[in-house]
């Protein structure tokens, strides 16, 4: 009997560039961002802007929408500049690209500019298959920075515990575990957990520094009781409040929860724009500008001028100045709730 014959298989492009993590970013000519977790992929883009500000302050930044980008757009910005300053184009939704993008990248690619970083961010998909080809193939001299996707509790941890090693802290494996476990749905939050105990806790930080922090059951963190008040809900944020504290839960950083929302809701407040352009202007991920635009909604200017002193006031109160922490929380709580009315 004659043997069916099997289909050839596909053989894998070749890549000739190195592969890195989102924290190993590092300038390129060329910078290739690939992934689904755009955290991760805002934070990488950021530390590069940061360190090529850094080498030089003159650095000019430009921001490019792939998916609407006409023909020379980008080999314009890339041309030589009549006083040489270093440059940074950022350029967002490669995997949504225009025709007229693609064939500017591949022939940016065969010669790239002096004193150019470029900057694509592709977050999946089969579209500008034969750019990412390229780059991984070696045109350009690029980089790519692999931005997986973090799914499993191992990977948050490993996360959590790099956020500490960065700043030269020590959080035993307790403590890493413990913050991974109050934050497990939301890297950024974990994030920003892990900031907030860095900024407030000058020794080791260990399981019990965690739990005075963050203690209590996930749904009853200090981020759920903020995010009741700010959308009006007085009821369920005082019971959400109650819950956490019953639960161990300390006002210091019930406090600094709230101040996060608000001090981001803050900068977003009366900006126009995309929510990628917004984010790279404010240091923010594109989600959190888009969750303070929906924070805003029955929000005014002065309503957020007067929760943010009242924010300011119970911060001195669960910290010493008055006499009862947990009033201090849920004056605060009430004036939220009331969006400063």
Same mark, same amino acid.
């Given at each position: 009997?004659?043997?069916?014959?099997?289909?050839?298989?596909?053989?894998?492009?070749?890549?000739?560039?190195?592969?890195?993590?989102?924290?190993?970013?590092?300038?390129?000519?060329?910078?290739?961002?690939?992934?689904?977790?755009?955290?991760?992929?805002?934070?990488?883009?950021?530390?590069?802007?940061?360190?090529?500000?850094?080498?030089?302050?003159?650095?000019?930044?430009?921001?490019?929408?792939?998916?609407?980008?006409?023909?020379?757009?980008?080999?314009?910005?890339?041309?030589?500049?009549?006083?040489?300053?270093?440059?940074?184009?950022?350029?967002?939704?490669?995997?949504?690209?225009?025709?007229?993008?693609?064939?500017?990248?591949?022939?940016?690619?065969?010669?790239?500019?002096?004193?150019?970083?470029?900057?694509?961010?592709?977050?999946?998909?089969?579209?500008?298959?034969?750019?990412?080809?390229?780059?991984?193939?070696?045109?350009?001299?690029?980089?790519?920075?692999?931005?997986?996707?973090?799914?499993?509790?191992?990977?948050?941890?490993?996360?959590?515990?790099?956020?500490?090693?960065? /700043?030269?802290?020590? #959080?035993?494996?307790?403590?890493? =575990? &413990?913050?991974?476990?109050?934050?497990?749905? $939301?890297? %950024?939050? +974990?994030?920003?957990?892990?900031?907030?105990?860095?900024?407030?806790?000058?020794?080791?930080?260990?399981?019990?520094?965690?739990?005075?922090?963050?203690?209590?059951?996930?749904?009853?963190?200090?981020?759920?009781?903020?995010?009741?008040?700010?959308?009006?809900?007085?009821?369920?944020?005082?019971?959400?409040?109650?819950?956490?504290?019953?639960?161990?839960?300390?006002?210091?950083?019930?406090?600094?929860?709230?101040?996060?929302?608000?001090?981001?809701?803050?900068?977003?407040?009366?900006?126009?724009?995309?929510?990628?352009?917004?984010?790279? /202007?404010?240091?923010? #991920?594109?989600?959190?500008?888009? =969750? &303070?635009?929906?924070?805003?909604?029955?929000? $005014?200017? %002065?309503? +957020?001028?007067?929760?943010?002193?009242?924010?300011?006031?119970?911060?001195?109160?669960?910290?010493?100045?008055?006499?009862?922490?947990?009033?201090?929380?849920?004056?605060?709580?009430?004036?939220?709730?009331?969006?400063?009315?």
């Amino acid at each position: 009997m004659a043997r069916t014959a099997r289909p050839a298989r596909t053989a894998k492009a070749k890549v000739a560039i190195p592969q890195l993590d989102w924290h190993e970013m590092r300038p390129a000519p060329v910078v290739l961002v690939t992934g689904p977790e755009s955290f991760l992929a805002d934070r990488a883009m950021r530390r590069l802007r940061d360190d090529l500000r850094a080498a030089d302050a003159s650095l000019e930044v430009t921001d490019v929408d792939a998916a609407s980008a006409s023909r020379g757009e980008l080999l314009t910005l890339a041309s030589p500049s009549l006083f040489g300053e270093p440059r940074l184009i950022r350029v967002e939704a490669v995997e949504k690209c225009s025709d007229d993008f693609l064939a500017d990248a591949l022939e940016y690619l065969e010669a790239p500019a002096d004193d150019t970083t470029l900057v694509l961010r592709h977050g999946g998909g089969a579209r500008a298959r034969k750019l990412l080809e390229a780059i991984r193939g070696g045109t350009g001299g690029g980089i790519e920075i692999v931005c997986a996707e973090i799914k499993r509790d191992s990977d948050r941890y490993e996360f959590a515990a790099l956020e500490f090693r960065a /700043e030269k802290r020590h #959080a035993t494996p307790g403590a890493v =575990r &413990a913050i991974v476990s109050a934050f497990a749905d $939301d890297l %950024a939050e +974990l994030a920003a957990a892990c900031r907030q105990l860095m900024a407030d806790e000058t020794g080791e930080i260990t399981e019990q520094t965690v739990a005075r922090y963050y203690g209590g059951r996930v749904e009853t963190t200090a981020f759920v009781v903020a995010d009741q008040a700010i959308a009006g809900r007085h009821g369920e944020a005082l019971r959400a409040l109650r819950q956490a504290l019953q639960s161990g839960a300390d006002p210091v950083p019930m406090v600094a929860a709230v101040a996060v929302k608000l001090r981001t809701m803050a900068k977003v407040s009366g900006t126009r724009g995309s929510s990628g352009q917004l984010a790279k /202007e404010l240091g923010l #991920a594109p989600w959190q500008v888009d =969750r &303070a635009r929906r924070d805003l909604s029955g929000w $005014d200017d %002065a309503g +957020l001028g007067v929760a943010i002193q009242a924010l300011a006031t119970a911060d001195a109160n669960v910290k010493g100045a008055g006499r009862d922490p947990v009033f201090a929380l849920e004056q605060l709580v009430g004036v939220i709730a009331r969006r400063g009315r």
